[in-house]
């Protein structure tokens, strides 16, 4: 993050996106990223993760009392995964025919998403 008296300016810049990625395409692939969770999650014990999606917003309660959160943000074209049980959210760009992490981390959604499952459920979910 570059601070020089000017702000924030990798959120600023990175908030002018791709224009060619429209907000239909957006809504495409938010729409097709959800469906592909609720699948996966699909045959898992509500017991031990509960699905439950409502205007776009996929909240995922696991047996510990723990949230877990995806939500769309049109307005910057990104998918944004909460995660309270770790303290943290990651924001995910639509790149290369995939969800990866605005910080260049190399985070993608779907392994991201497996991997925090796994550790708080001790269940292997591919999505």
């Given at each position: 993050?570059?601070?020089?008296?000017?702000?924030?300016?990798?959120?600023?810049?990175?908030?002018?996106?791709?224009?060619?990625?429209?907000?239909?395409?957006?809504?495409?692939?938010?729409?097709?990223?959800?469906?592909?969770?609720?699948?996966?999650?699909?045959?898992?014990?509500?017991?031990?993760?509960?699905?439950?999606?409502?205007?776009?917003?996929?909240?995922?309660?696991?047996?510990?009392?723990?949230?877990?959160?995806?939500?769309a943000q049109p307005s910057v074209r990104?998918?944004?995964?909460?995660?309270?049980?770790?303290?943290?959210?990651?924001?995910?760009?639509?790149?290369?025919?995939?969800?990866?992490?605005?910080?260049?981390?190399?985070?993608?959604?779907?392994?991201?998403?497996s991997q925090v499952l796994r550790e708080?459920t001790g269940l292997e979910i591919s999505?």
């Amino acid at each position: 993050m570059a601070i020089d008296g000017r702000g924030d300016l990798d959120h600023i810049e990175r908030m002018a996106f791709d224009s060619s990625f429209t907000e239909a395409e957006f809504r495409k692939q938010q729409h097709a990223a959800v469906a592909r969770m609720e699948k996966a999650l699909d045959s898992v014990d509500p017991d031990v993760i509960e699905v439950e999606q409502s205007s776009g917003v996929l909240t995922l309660k696991l047996a510990r009392g723990a949230k877990i959160i995806l939500s769309a943000q049109p307005s910057v074209r990104q998918l944004w995964l909460a995660m309270a049980v770790l303290g943290t959210a990651i924001h995910f760009d639509w790149q290369n025919g995939q969800w990866v992490d605005d910080k260049g981390q190399g985070k993608e959604l779907f392994s991201t998403l497996s991997q925090v499952l796994r550790e708080q459920t001790g269940l292997e979910i591919s999505l």
